[in-house]
């Protein structure tokens, strides 16, 4: 670390600053596939599930987008060594399980932070690096090869779009989008929301911001109902794709 490029800010602007995340890896019940013929390497589904608070600083966009990516390589590290014990005698592909990424990332939807999640990449020279040389200290962190981006493997789209909920946070001097719920995009499907808190009952109630007696917190909770599919390869006796 001492001798990469971008090191002394990965020490004092990077390492000094709070990452909280927890993730747990789940399995789908051999019940829930009633019905259906999923293939033997879906029976027990796997799903990571993980929540996570990303640094709150505007000033510091490239420890959010650092981190983030420090969030993503140590998720898939936990699929990395859960693969030989999760389902012993069989293949596990990692790229194979789905994943449920919800939190508080303190990051608009127009941030290299969520650009990196939804994409799965963002460019070495993204502007949120704010010109701090990091290139080689981040290497490590990413799943390309390729030189002059930073990739993940996961393929994450947002249960929340900027139509359904124009804010997350909701204060007398920001309102906007920082909470996210992101899930595998090609494993799952949303069926409903949890929409805001109404426009005009907050303009009735002279809500000019939250924490509010009637609001205990400026941060409105996210609920998505999500339906998990399985491959096209197994399909139902009518000859569609299973789902649950």
């Not at 890896?25 to 019940?31: A, F, H, Q």
């Not at 909701?170 to 996210?180: L, N, R």
């Not at 809500?207 to 599919?229: K, Q, R």
């Amino acid at each position: 670390m001492a001798n990469s490029e971008g090191s002394d800010n990965m020490l004092n602007r990077v390492m000094p600053k709070d990452n909280i995340g927890l993730a747990a890896l789940l399995k789908v019940k051999e019940s829930a596939w009633e019905g259906l013929t999923p293939e033997a390497a879906q029976l027990a589904q796997p799903i990571l599930v993980c929540t996570a608070h990303i640094h709150w600083d505007p000033e510091f966009c490239d420890v959010k987008l650092i981190q983030t990516m420090m969030l993503s390589n140590e998720l898939k590290s936990i699929l990395d060594e859960a693969g030989h014990s999760f389902r012993p005698g069989h293949k596990f592909d990692s790229n194979n399980v789905q994943l449920l990424l919800c939190g508080d990332f303190n990051s608009l939807p127009d941030s290299g932070v969520i650009e990196f999640l939804s994409s799965g990449r963002v460019s070495m020279d993204h502007q949120d690096f704010k010109e701090l040389g990091y290139k080689s200290c981040l290497q490590r962190l990413s799943g390309s090869d390729t030189p002059n981006e930073f990739t993940h493997s996961f393929k994450l789209a947002s249960a929340y779009s900027e139509d359904i909920m124009p804010y997350t946070n909701y204060t007398f001097d920001f309102k906007g989008i920082i909470d996210y719920i992101f899930y595998t995009r090609t494993g799952m499907t949303p069926l409903g929301l949890l929409g805001p808190v109404s426009a005009d009952w907050l303009r009735e109630n002279k809500v000019v911001g939250c924490p509010h007696p009637h609001i205990p917190s400026d941060h409105f909770p996210l609920l998505v109902e999500l339906e998990l599919w399985h491959t096209a390869s197994s399909q139902t006796p009518n000859g569609l794709i299973g789902r649950r």
